[in-house]
């Protein structure tokens, strides 16, 4: 069985520093006592998982920091992440009550990091229901936020639970490919591994390619759950993007959260403007590189990074080039690359480019973050699972596929959300999962 504790390496390379650092003491009860503990708790209604928040932001001002941990994990078994990760701005934090009152909103995200960081230093491990007679068997391919929730839930109702993962190291973009400023590896790590020790099992560096390893997965399990995530970055179908210097942004992202690049150097490009754009632009500026130009074919407004990424983004130095697009990449006599673009306007529905406005910006690196294309080929090859522009076609109640053995959650089948929408999706599937095996040994 493989393993999922914390290369040393990777704690020494956490010189990411925080977006938001963790809370004193003082100031996590003094935050505390300013939650209004509202009946109606808009706050957890605006959480996917729907952590109860008044609930565990009481227990903190009470000094109860276990309890309160053990509240947000009944809700979320990733909630150490999602507390690191998520957009809390649009999301609990958005929805405070304090915003009608003209008041800064309750600190949600960082009170909920200083109980998950106090529980996790005690290292105490989270109680799991004796495995049921009916001995429940499922699968979780993928080793991300969706399936980890998965399984979580699973082992919580006595079924066994397994994670099938094709990197050497669990966690999915938590490990690889969240920026490290919001999220370390090594928090990743330690969240799958308390997640492996509620009793779940984890197969790493395994990857389900063929239809003989996906009838012996059918033939072991009752049930299959896809958290397959979304595969390589999508390519931009130009001349010149297989040459030196053109890096995928996911790789590229995980490349340095994993320790393989430690620095970089001159002009970088990063082409799309969604969350990943922004992380690797943002890394970019951190590893080193002079200038960071972030190039969009759209607007400033139609960009769907979050509003306080972009402006993380612009804080770190990134230089953003809007209504630009790519059309060529070539290489000059020093060997830097040129990136051949053109301003576009949008003539209806679609971009045409405008005449006479062409423009080389001579690179070290590009690294297009176009969007991503899913990874649900084979599923839907040998096992007719209904795939819509690459999603995962799921009932979106249970997240069951029309496939009845097979579930599945995580960005394969939302499109790629957040890390709190995938634990959602992922507990989601669990329960509906427990719900048959139930019914059908009634
Ligand atoms: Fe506390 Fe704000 Fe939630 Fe009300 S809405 S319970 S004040 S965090």
Redesign the pocket.
């Known amino acids: 069985m493989s393993t999922t504790s914390i290369p040393d390496d990777l704690l020494l390379r956490e010189r990411f520093t925080d977006i938001k650092p963790p809370l004193s003491p003082q100031a996590a009860v003094i935050e505390a006592n ?5 009946f109606d ?4 209604a605006a959480c996917p998982t729907h952590i109860d ?2 609930g565990f ?1 009481k227990r903190i001002s009470t000094g109860n920091l276990r309890g309160s941990a053990l509240r947000i994990l009944d809700a979320n078994i990733l909630g150490s992440s999602c507390a690191k990760a998520c957009p809390v701005e649009v999301l ?1 934090e958005g ?4 915003h009608r009152y003209n008041s800064e ?2 600190q ?1 995200g960082r009170l909920q990091r200083y109980a998950m960081d106090s529980f996790q230093a005690t290292g105490e491990e989270l109680l799991t229901a004796p495995r049921g007679s009916r001995n429940v068997q499922v699968a979780c391919i993928g080793g991300g936020p969706a399936s980890l929730a998965c399984a979580a839930e699973l082992c919580r109702h006595g079924a066994h639970a397994i994670i099938i993962e094709r990197n050497e190291l669990p966690g999915g973009l938590n490990t690889y490919g969240i920026a490290e400023y919001k999220l370390r590896t090594s928090d990743s790590l330690r969240e799958a591994e308390m997640i492996r020790r509620m009793g779940v099992e984890f197969r790493t560096g395994a990857a389900i390619e063929t239809a003989e390893a996906l009838e012996e997965l059918e033939s072991e399990f009752d049930f299959l759950f896809l958290g397959v995530g979304l595969g390589a970055m999508q390519r931009m179908n130009i001349p010149g993007e297989d040459q030196k210097g053109v890096l995928n942004a996911l790789e590229f992202i995980a490349s340095y959260k994993t320790g393989r690049l430690k620095e970089m150097s001159g002009t970088v490009v990063v082409v799309g403007a969604g969350n990943t754009a922004i992380d690797a632009a943002s890394a970019a500026r951190r590893l080193g590189a002079e200038t960071v130009y972030l190039l969009y074919r759209r607007g400033e407004r139609e960009m769907t990074a979050f509003d306080f990424e972009y402006e993380h983004a612009k804080h770190e130095g990134v230089q953003f080039l809007w209504r630009r697009q790519p059309y060529a990449i070539r290489t000059n006599e020093r060997g830097r690359l040129l990136l051949d673009t053109v301003q576009v306007n949008e003539v209806g529905r679609s971009l045409q480019p405008v005449e006479g406005s062409e423009n080389v910006i001579e690179c070290d690196y590009v690294i297009p973050a176009i969007g991503q294309s899913p990874f649900a080929q084979l599923v839907q090859d040998l096992r007719r699972i209904e795939l819509r522009n690459g999603i995962i076609v799921v009932d979106p109640e249970t997240g069951q596929t029309g496939n009845s053995r097979y579930f599945a959650g995580g960005d394969c089948a939302n499109g790629g959300r957040e890390v709190v929408d995938a634990v959602a999706d992922g507990k989601r599937a669990a329960r509906a999962i427990m719900k048959i095996a139930e019914a059908a040994y009634a």
Not at 95 to 98: D, L, P, R, Y
Request: proline share 15%.
């Open positions: 300013r939650c209004l503990n509202c708790a808009p706050c957890t928040v008044p932001i609990c929805a405070c009550v304090m909103p309750i949600i």
